[in-house]
């Protein structure tokens, strides 16, 4: 694993590393104390530092985040980025549509968090992702290009090949792209709106190559073998989510968790694509 051992704490223990001046390395961004004790128990399940380093990610690279959300990968990108002179662009929620306020407020409490340490995080530029979104990134200048559990959003909102044109051209020859994305049980039929949340692992294939990528490896690193995918509120039964009802209606505070907690976050692929040089 990426990093080195950290200093140890007067009592002899070892101390979560704060924002400090100087390069950090992935393994101390980690375990880094301004991130959110919530965010932090995902780790073993989302295996942040194994997952950015299969991706490649490495100092001083230009790298394009797309819908960030509410910055959960952000605490560990930006910190790392901007202590080793690289750069975040964050491909946040396209926010011209007034019908939809919720997204513009996700937007703005993404700014807020920037704002409020600017030491840490260091000069992230927003742009936009969206059905009518420009650029994301200067063409050809990114090194890596991440979509993290956002695939089927993007399904269901008719923009998931313009997701993959927009990442082509914003990576260098021989940059990469990241997916990490819910799988489906291999061998169904592809909903193309992604309703329960889950996507085909050969059907993200299809849609990369067809934007001139290339599959460069596979891994299992957040597999979960537990994840049945029969689930009645779609992978959003799961954890972190934890959804009791069809979305939009009210908590059903008799339905039973305790079965999908035991199965713990979902079963998800973990690609690694090329641009061509």
Aim: net charge neutral; hydrophobic share 45%; proline share 8%.
């Amino acid at each position: 694993m990426i990093g080195s051992t950290l200093a140890l704490a007067a009592c002899g223990k070892k101390a979560a590393p704060t924002a400090k001046a100087g390069p950090m390395t992935l393994d101390q961004v980690v375990a880094g104390a301004w991130r959110d004790p919530a965010d932090r128990a995902r780790d073993p399940w989302r295996h942040p530092a194994e997952t950015l380093a299969f991706f490649r990610l490495a100092p001083g690279q230009t790298v394009v985040e797309f819908w960030p959300g509410a910055g959960w990968y952000t605490d560990i990108l930006a910190p790392y980025l901007a202590a080793t002179d690289g750069k975040l662009f964050a491909a946040d929620l396209q926010t011209n549509d007034p019908g939809e306020p919720a997204s513009a407020e996700i937007v703005a409490a993404y700014r807020r968090k920037l704002r409020a340490k600017p030491k840490l995080y260091g000069d992230v530029e927003i742009t936009a992702f969206g059905p009518t979104s420009g650029a994301v990134a200067p063409a050809n200048s990114a090194n890596l290009v991440l979509f993290l559990r956002n695939l089927h959003n993007w399904m269901a909102a008719g923009i998931a090949e313009k997701a993959f044109h927009d990442a082509f051209v914003a990576l260098k020859p021989g940059g990469v792209l990241g997916v990490e994305e819910h799988r489906a049980t291999a061998g169904a039929v592809q909903d193309v709106l992604a309703a329960d949340g889950y996507v085909q692992q050969a059907y993200v294939v299809q849609l990369a190559q067809e934007a001139g990528f290339i599959l460069d490896k596979t891994s299992e690193i957040n597999a979960n073998p537990k994840d049945t995918k029969d689930h009645p509120f779609g992978v959003w039964t799961l954890p972190p989510v934890r959804r009791s009802s069809p979305r939009g209606q009210p908590d059903d505070p008799t339905f039973n968790h305790a079965k999908y907690d035991a199965i713990g976050e979902s079963d998800r692929m973990t690609l690694r694509f090329v641009k061509p040089t």
